[in-house]
C-alpha cells in the first residue's frame, strides 16, 4: 500500500489519534535509529518531545533526503507512524526501499497557507513528523511548533534551516561510488554526516556512512598492520 496521501482537514482529523490516546509505540520515550546514526544523537535515538532538523542540502543530489528516509526508517519498522510534509517531490517507493513501512506513513504535499495548521494537527496525532521549512516561516510559529511536539511527545524533523534545534544533522561531504575507468553507473554514495546542537549534543560529531543502500554500513579506515590508518583506504563493515 502506498503512503497515505492526506488532504483536507477532514482527512487529517481521520489520521491523527486524539493526545489523551494510548501510545501505539508502548509509551517509550527514546524511538530507535539506525546503530550508524545512533552516536549522533542524545540518548542514541529519537527522543520524543525532541526536535531534529536535517540542514537541507545545496542541490538534490546532496543526499539530504537519503539521510531522512535513514532516520525514519528503524522508528516506521518498530511501529510508529511518520508523516511527511510539503515534500512533492518525496518518493513512497524510495521510502519503503529504506524500510519505512507505507502503512503508517501520511503525505502532505501541498499543505499550502495552511502548513502550521497541517504541522500542528500531525504533531497531535502522529509520532514523527517531517516538514520542509517554509521560506517565510517565523520564529514565533517555529517556537510554537517546538512546544507543540515537546509537549506532545512527538519527535518534529524540520528539513531546511531550523533555529533552536536539539540537534541538526547535515550532510557535509559526499563521494559517489560506481564509476571506474570512466564507465559504470553510480551505485551509492559515501558522505559524510555531521551533528551539533545544545545541551547533551553540544558538542559537535562526524560519522561517515554509504547513502543509498540496503542497509546503511559505516565506513572505517583499513588499519596497516598495527600502525596509524592509512589515508584513503576504506573497507566497510556491517552494521553492528
Request: charged share 20%; hydrophobic share 45%; glycine share 12%.
Amino acid at each position: 500500500m502506498a503512503g497515505r496521501m492526506v488532504v483536507g482537514s477532514a482527512a487529517l482529523a481521520e489520521l491523527v489519534r486524539p493526545a489523551s490516546a494510548p501510545d501505539p509505540a508502548g509509551g517509550h520515550r527514546m524511538l530507535p535509529v539506525r546503530p550508524e546514526l545512533s552516536g549522533l544523537l542524545p540518548g542514541r535515538g529519537l527522543r520524543r518531545g525532541s526536535t531534529i532538523a536535517v540542514g537541507a542540502g545545496q542541490h538534490r543530489h546532496s543526499g539530504t533526503t537519503s539521510l531522512l528516509l535513514a532516520l525514519l526508517a528503524e522508528a516506521s519498522r518498530a511501529g510508529s507512524w511518520c508523516a511527511v510534509v510539503g515534500m512533492p517531490t518525496f518518493g513512497a517507493a524510495a521510502a519503503a526501499e529504506a524500510g519505512i513501512v507505507l502503512d503508517r506513513l501520511a503525505l502532505v504535499p501541498e499543505p499550502g497557507p495552511e502548513w502550521p495548521t497541517v504541522v500542528a494537527a500531525l504533531i497531535d496525532g502522529v509520532d514523527v513528523v517531517v516538514t520542509a521549512v517554509p521560506a517565510t516561516v517565523s520564529a514565533s510559529v517555529a517556537s510554537r511548533l517546538v512546544a507543540r511536539a515537546r509537549q506532545r511527545g512527538s519527535v518534529l524533523v524540520p528539513y531546511g534551516r531550523w533555529d533552536g534545534a536539539d540537534v541538526t544533522l547535515q550532510v557535509v561531504r559526499g563521494m559517489w561510488e560506481g564509476i571506474g575507468s570512466g564507465r559504470g553507473r553510480l551505485r551509492r554514495r559515501e558522505v559524510t554526516i555531521s551533528a551539533r546542537g545544545r545541551g547533551a549534543a553540544a558538542r559537535p560529531k562526524e560519522v561517515k556512512v554509504w547513502l543509498p543502500d540496503a542497509e546503511l554500513t559505516r565506513v572505517i579506515p583499513r588499519s596497516a598492520g598495527v600502525g596509524r590508518p592509512v589515508p584513503g583506504l576504506l573497507r566497510v563493515v556491517a552494521p553492528a
